[in-house]
Every structure is written in structure tokens, then in C-alpha cells.
């Protein structure tokens, strides 16, 4: 089955600066990659997602970045603010039927004031 | 429709005892998903339904597991014999897609201790 897997596990940066989350993925086949922000407590949210068909996409102060190629995508938070402080997962779909998104181990970020 | 409904929020039962758990999707929602997250790791993947059908089942999701979506809008997940392994919040996650797991909306978990 497809693996995810998401570098660093804890990320910490000053207020205003950008955060940035890799994620890598083993199955080529995969072709939807979606991310989630989870806060204490709530269940995870979808911040943006991407499709193979596409390498960027971009919602206001967040965009994803995908390389097929090297199987590895990335979610780009610019201009943090204290309540982007958060776990951030990624996922990945093989969209043949299967509906199950595979999970990375997620991130905590933290915004520092 | 305020999104995804879980019950309880939280549930401590002693080991070996059954529980059942609640989701409520978004109404208009014809897939519903359970996943189970343990403490510092990502949702896991346990079944599926397309309306009342259950078309897919993890090997997470042991015999001591069952889940029900009898009328294609609420669902039930159910711990027969708890054991403390079982401990962790289990999620449930709608959407209206097809042909893909597009656009899922969770809902805030059932946390399960088991003691």
C-alpha cells in the first residue's frame, strides 16, 4: 500500500516568516494529495489539495507544491501567524476505486510571537 | 448543517467491555469514512460506505470491529471486547465526490480510553 512520510516532525518559526513541510510518497500511482490542519482536540481540517495534473496551487498565504517525478510535495506557509500553530498532515490517493487516504505522521508547527 | 457530527466525545470503558460510537455526516454527503488516530501519528484508515454499503474494509478493522450505515445517513462503528490497544480517537469523515476521496470533512473524534 502507499506510505507517507513527512519531514521534520516539529518545526518552529518566528512570527512572519515562511514554514515549510515536505512530504514523500511511494506509489507513483497516486494522484491526489490533499493537507490538513489539526488543533487540539478537533478532528483534521483540509487547507488545500492538489491533483497530478497540476505541480502548484496556491490559497492566499498557503500553496502546495507537487514533483512527480521525485514522488515528493510540499505545503508552504507564508507571513505565519500564531494560529497557523498547528499539526499539519499530508495524504495521498491512488484514485482507481480506492477511496482510503494514506496519512503521513504529521507536523507540529509552532509560531513563535 | 454545522458539518460532521460525532457521539460521544469522549468514552473511558474498562477493558472487554463493548462500545459503540455515532457519525452524523454532512446531509447531503453519500460517503462516509472511519479512521482511527493514535497519539502523535496520522489517521489510519479503517472502511468506507457508498450510501449503506460498505465497500471497503481495513485489515485494521478486526472481527472484534463492526460498522453499520443501515439507512445511508448515520453510522455506527462498534468495540466488541475492548482491549487497550483500542485506545485512540477514532474519526469519522463524509463527502459527496465521486470517483474519488476528494473534499473529505472530518468530524472532531470520539476519544476512546480504555482502562
Known amino acids: 500500500g502507499e506510505n507517507v512520510e513527512q519531514h521534520p516532525s516539529t518545526l518552529s518559526v518566528q512570527e512572519g516568516d515562511s514554514a515549510v513541510i515536505k512530504c514523500t510518497y511511494s506509489?507513483?500511482?497516486?494522484?491526489?494529495f490533499p493537507w490538513y490542519k489539526q488543533e487540539l482536540g478537533k478532528g483534521p481540517q483540509l487547507i488545500i489539495d492538489?491533483?497530478?495534473?497540476?505541480g502548484e496551487k496556491k490559497d492566499q498565504r498557503i500553496a502546495v507544491t507537487l514533483n512527480k517525478t521525485a514522488k515528493h510535495f510540499s505545503l508552504h506557509i507564508t507571513e505565519t501567524q500564531p494560529e497557523d500553530s498547528a499539526v499539519y498532515f499530508c495524504a495521498a490517493s491512488l484514485n482507481y476505486g480506492n477511496n482510503r487516504l494514506a496519512f503521513g505522521k504529521g507536523n507540529q508547527v509552532v509560531v513563535i510571537p | 448543517d454545522t458539518g460532521v457530527s460525532q457521539n460521544p466525545r469522549h468514552k473511558i470503558t474498562k477493558r472487554g467491555q463493548n462500545v459503540t460510537f455515532r457519525c452524523d455526516p454532512i446531509?447531503?454527503?453519500?460517503?462516509l469514512y472511519w479512521y482511527r488516530q493514535t497519539l502523535g501519528q496520522g489517521p489510519e484508515f479503517l472502511t468506507y460506505?457508498?450510501?449503506?454499503?460498505?465497500?471497503?474494509k481495513s485489515r485494521l478493522l478486526s472481527d472484534r470491529f463492526s460498522a453499520e450505515r443501515p439507512k445511508g445517513s448515520f453510522s455506527t462503528l462498534e468495540i466488541q471486547r475492548t482491549e487497550q490497544g483500542d485506545s485512540a480517537m477514532y474519526l469519522c469523515a463524509s463527502s459527496s465526490h465521486e470517483g474519488g476521496p476528494y473534499g473529505y470533512t472530518f468530524g472532531s473524534g470520539t476519544r476512546l480510553t480504555v482502562v
Open positions: 446531509s447531503e454527503h453519500n460517503r
Open positions: 460506505f457508498q450510501n449503506e454499503a460498505q465497500l471497503e
Open positions: 506509489d507513483s500511482a497516486s494522484n491526489y
Open positions: 492538489i491533483r497530478s495534473n497540476v
